[in-house]
């Protein structure tokens, strides 16, 4: 059995593998999944089955993990010392140290570049809202996440952008309800992110984000039922007077119970300050939200209804 140490090579070999998968995790690939609002306008559309407007919306896609992972690198940078404080955000690559400062700026002068380049190439009226989520979440890292409320405000846009943005690559018509929908459920997830922050950082929540210092669960308790109603009455506002088929009220209960259980696991299970864990480890949550897909793009394919709401 030999000693790896017997051979500095396999030392070397090790540590770029270990630096690499540092350098992976630095873009938060695990929360790419957040870019799937840009299918939203496909699956809304009931043009899910037409491929080119597919393929433009996975290129959509594709391009708005390069843009976010930009805006991540970025954020770790400007708060690379109060992740070292949080009990699990100091694993981040650039707070544990795995990645330095210099591998992080160097990374985010290539990719930031190259994101936007490829998304004019692509096309313009996308670049311009992928350009505009830039800026937004720069202003956000540098001054808007220290303004209460305002902050969950400025995340919940940077989802209705990427809903805006799904919209422009297959050029269809941009529906308010549905943003009006996306925009206070965002707020609803983020306000239940800032309520699992309170609670896991107890006394050092100020260190680590001084804005936490501004909000309370008394608070955050008031407001999400709002939100909450808000985002539910907005999506049922779409299904009865904007969507094309008055049979798309049958998601209604999926959405509420998508929202409830979210709710439910936020409380039970303390997942509340990453989402991005119910979406993909959850299976009721999945089968849900399967199912809400499914009845949306069997609706779309009805042609003749054996009657019809007045």
């Not at 790419?32 to 959509?60: D, M, P, Q, R, T």
């Not at 009226?125 to 540098?142: D, E, G, P, Q, R």
């Not at 309170?198 to 709002?226: C, D, F, G, W």
Request: glycine letters at 2%; proline letters at 3%; charged letters at 15%.
């Amino acid at each position: 059995m030999y000693n790896k140490f017997d051979y500095p090579e396999l030392l070397i070999s090790e540590r770029k593998a270990t630096n690499i998968n540092s350098m992976v995790r630095l873009f938060r690939p695990k929360q790419w999944i957040k870019n799937i609002f840009v299918f939203l306008a496909l699956l809304f559309s009931g043009n899910i089955i037409e491929l080119s407007h597919v393929v433009n919306s996975c290129i959509g896609l594709i391009l708005f993990c390069l843009i976010s992972s930009s805006v991540y690198i970025l954020n770790d940078l400007l708060d690379i010392n109060a992740d070292r404080i949080h009990p699990i955000k100091k694993f981040r690559p650039l707070a544990s140290g795995a990645v330095s400062k210099v591998q992080a700026l160097v990374l985010l002068i290539i990719l930031c570049p190259i994101s936007l380049v490829l998304s004019f190439w692509f096309n313009y009226n996308f670049a311009a809202v992928i350009s505009v989520y830039f800026i937004l979440n720069v202003l956000y890292t540098i001054k808007l996440k220290k303004i209460v409320i305002v902050d969950i405000m400025v995340i919940s846009t940077g989802f209705v952008l990427r809903v805006i943005s799904g919209y422009i690559v297959i050029n269809e018509e941009i529906s308010l309800w549905i943003l009006l929908c996306i925009f206070f459920l965002t707020m609803f997830l983020g306000l239940n992110k800032r309520k699992q922050e309170i609670h896991t950082l107890n006394s050092n929540a100020k260190e680590h984000r001084k804005i936490l210092n501004e909000y309370s669960v008394e608070l955050i308790n008031q407001i999400l039922p709002i939100v909450a109603s808000c985002s539910i009455i907005f999506y049922s506002f779409y299904t009865f007077q904007v969507s094309k088929n008055i049979w798309m009220v049958l998601t209604i209960p999926s959405v509420i119970y998508g929202m409830l259980r979210y709710q439910y696991l936020s409380l039970k299970s303390n997942v509340g300050e990453n989402p991005e864990i119910v979406l993909v480890n959850d299976i009721p949550f999945i089968v849900n939200f399967v199912l809400l897909v499914f009845i949306a793009i069997t609706i779309k394919f009805i042609k003749a209804l054996p009657f019809a709401f007045s």
